[in-house]
C-alpha cells in the first residue's frame, strides 16, 4: 500500500465531528449536539440563577444575522467536501503512480544502456586481445616457417654437421671421410678456414684433399689434391683429366665428390664382372695372371689389387679367335662429375676384325641380360659353345 492509499484510509476512518474546515467549527455543536433532556435543562437554569445571584446578570443572547443552516444541509456540504478532498487525493496518487512508472522505465533504459555499454566495452577488450593474440600467433608462425624455410628448404649446408655429415653419406654411400682435421690460416691477409681430409673407398682408392675455405663469404678459395693421381688415371682417365683441368682449380668439391663416388660404384662392379668371367671362362683366358686367380677369395685386396684396374680381357676360342672385351669408365656428366660405362666387344681373327656388327648386337642385349649373359649368347650363336 502506497502513501497516498494509507491517506486515504486514514482519513476515511477519522470520525466526522472532526470537521476539518474552520468556518464550520463553530457551527458543529449546534447541529450534532444531542438535544437537553429536563434535568439537564433544570440543572442550566440552577447555574444561571446561581450566576444571577452573584451580582451577575444573565447576558441576554447576541442576535445572529446568518441564515440557520440545517443538519442535513451541513452533512451534505461535508461530503462534497470529503469527495472533493478524496479526488484530489486519488489525482495526487495517479500523479505519483505515472511519476514512478515513468522513472521505472527511465530506470530500465539506464540500465540497458549500461548493459549494453559494458558488453559492447567487454567485446572492444576481448577484440583488442584476440587482435593482440593473433599477431602474436602469427609472428610466431611467420618465425617459424622462416626457421624451416631457412633450415630446410635452403641450399646453404646445414649448421648441424651431427645431421649434416649423415645426410651427405647418402649422396657418396661408396666412399668414406677419414682424417678429417681443420684448422685457420692467414692467406693473401685473409681469414682461411682449412679443412684436410682421406677420401677412402675401400680397395680401390685413396685420396687426400685440402680444402680452404674463404671466412669472409664462406666460399672455396683453394682445393688442392694432396694426393699422386697415378692410380687414379688407370681406373678413369678421362675423369682424372676432368679433375685436373676443372675440378680442382674451380674449386668445385661438389663434383670431385660426386664423381669419385660413381666412379668407385662402377669399378666395384667391373671387378665383380671380371671375376665371374674368369670362373667362367678360365682355360680360354689369355693372360696367365687372370687365370690364377682363385675361384673363392679369400683375399679382396688381393682380387682387387690384380682386376680394379684392367680395362679388357681376351678370351681365345679354337685356337683361331680372339674374343676381346672391353669396359671403360668415363666421365658423361662433366656439370656433375657422374661416372659411365663403355663396353665394347671385338672379335678377331689373326689380327684382323670380324664380325663387325658383334659390338652393336652385343650392346643391345647387356640392358635385359647382363654382361656375363650376353656374352655366352654371342658364343652359342656364333661359335656354338
Partial sequence: MTEIDNDLHSFDKRPTMAATSPRLESNLGSVFDTPYTKQQQQQQQRQHTSSSSLGTSPRPPAPSNEPKITAREMQLRLQQELIEEKQKLLQAKATKLNRIEALQSRLEQLTKLQQQAERTERLNKLLERSEVEFYKNLRYRNQQQTKYISNQLNVLPLPNWDLRLPLAKK???????????????????????????????PLVLNLT???????????????????????????SYSFT??????????????????????????????????HQLIIKYRPMVDNERLRDIPEKVSDYKQ????????????????????????????????LTGSCQSKVHLYITQDGNAILKDTGPLFSSLIPKYGIINSLEIILCNVFNL
Avoid at 172 to 187: F, G, Q, S, V
Avoid at 209 to 235: F, G
Fill in 303 to 334: 682380387l682387387y689389387a690384380n682386376l680394379k684396374s684392367v680395362e679388357f680381357i681376351d678370351v681365345v676360342i679354337k685356337d683361331k679367335y680372339k674374343l676381346r672385351l672391353h669396359w671403360s669408365i668415363v666421365n658423361n656428366d662433366h
Fill in 241 to 274: 683429366q676432368a679433375l685436373i683441368n676443372d675440378y680442382i682449380p674451380n674449386g668445385k668439391i661438389h663434383c670431385v665428390m660426386y664423381g669419385l663416388n660413381s666412379l668407385t660404384k662402377l669399378i666395384q662392379k667391373r671387378v665383380k664382372t671380371w
Fill in 209 to 235: 684433399l685440402k680444402l680452404e675455405i674463404n671466412a669472409l663469404n664462406d666460399s672455396v678459395y683453394q682445393l688442392i689434391v694432396m694426393t699422386n693421381l697415378t692410380t687414379l688415371r688407370m681406373l
Fill in 171 to 201: 649422396f657418396i654411400p661408396y666412399l668414406d671421410i677419414d682424417k678429417l682435421t681443420t684448422y685457420n690460416e692467414y692467406i693473401d691477409d685473409r681469414l682461411v678456414r682449412v679443412f684436410q681430409f682421406t677420401i677412402l673407398s
